[in-house]
């Protein structure tokens, strides 16, 4: 569901949404409750203590808001993990050629004969 007035937002939604936009503004590692307070002050609204607490130690323990959102561009997903220098390590196998069965003849896939016949 979009939402497209801010008035549509419940009291608890419009919280979470003061508190986010503060943790911006403030965008730094010691990121305290007392700030997010204090910047929601002054913007005009209120947020609780206990959203303030919560949203100030999931910043912080992140190490910032920063390495908490990813920085446009720099995706996710990747995950291979290895350095240059393994890459060159590696050494390729040579395929082994699979060598046919001989089955002796005289049935095909669809059970005919060799008559050419389907």
Do not use: H, R, W
Not at 70 to 84: I, N, R, V
Not at 91 to 102: I, L, M, R
């Amino acid at each position: 569901m979009a939402i497209t007035n801010l008035t549509e937002l419940s009291a608890s939604q419009k919280e979470e949404l003061v508190a986010s936009l503060a943790c911006l503004v403030i965008a730094s590692e010691e990121t305290s409750a007392e700030s997010l307070s204090a910047v929601a002050e002054a913007s005009g609204n209120e947020l609780s203590e206990g959203v303030a607490a919560l949203f100030a130690t999931v910043v912080s323990k992140a190490g910032g808001i920063d390495k908490f959102c990813a920085a446009p561009g720099s995706g996710g997903g990747g995950g291979s993990g290895g350095d240059a220098g393994e890459a060159e390590a590696v050494v390729e196998e040579e395929e082994e050629e699979e060598e046919e069965a001989d089955i002796g003849g005289g049935m095909d896939m669809f059970g005919g004969g060799d008559d050419g016949d389907y």
